[in-house]
């Protein structure tokens, strides 16, 4: 699977989580049989709210996550530097171990959301 591939694989798992986030407010709404925000109890307003809180973390971290590997792939493919230390390369052969390593971490970004999802 190209980079390409799994970078839309992990926009599509970032366009749930984000369609997750917007639809609290409908949801406790369901849950509760309210008929708005304002009439449902404290508790079910509170949970909703901790649901919200924890789908946006995960949210943010998951395009950080996308943006570092993402970038980082990049760059070590224009220039022959890690870039966190800005440390050469020996060989072509750890460079692309290197590159390797971040495509698998990025490939594996829309696994852990769905894993995170369940908690």
Do not use: W
Not at 13 to 29: D, G, H, N, W
């Amino acid at each position: 699977e190209s980079a390409a591939g799994r970078v839309e694989d992990a926009r599509r798992v970032l366009s749930s989580r984000k369609e997750e986030c917007t639809s609290a407010r409908e949801e406790v709404t369901l849950q509760t049989g309210a008929a708005s925000i304002s009439e449902a109890s404290p508790e079910a307003l509170h949970d909703a709210r901790q649901r919200f809180q924890a789908a946006t973390t995960e949210l943010e971290y998951a395009k950080a996550t996308k943006s570092v590997f993402a970038n980082f792939t990049k760059k070590i493919k224009e220039d022959n530097r890690c870039p966190c230390c800005a440390r050469a390369f020996a060989d072509v052969a750890e460079r692309e171990k290197t590159a390797a390593d971040l495509d698998r971490n990025l490939r594996s970004l829309p696994a852990k959301v769905m894993e995170r999802e369940k908690l």
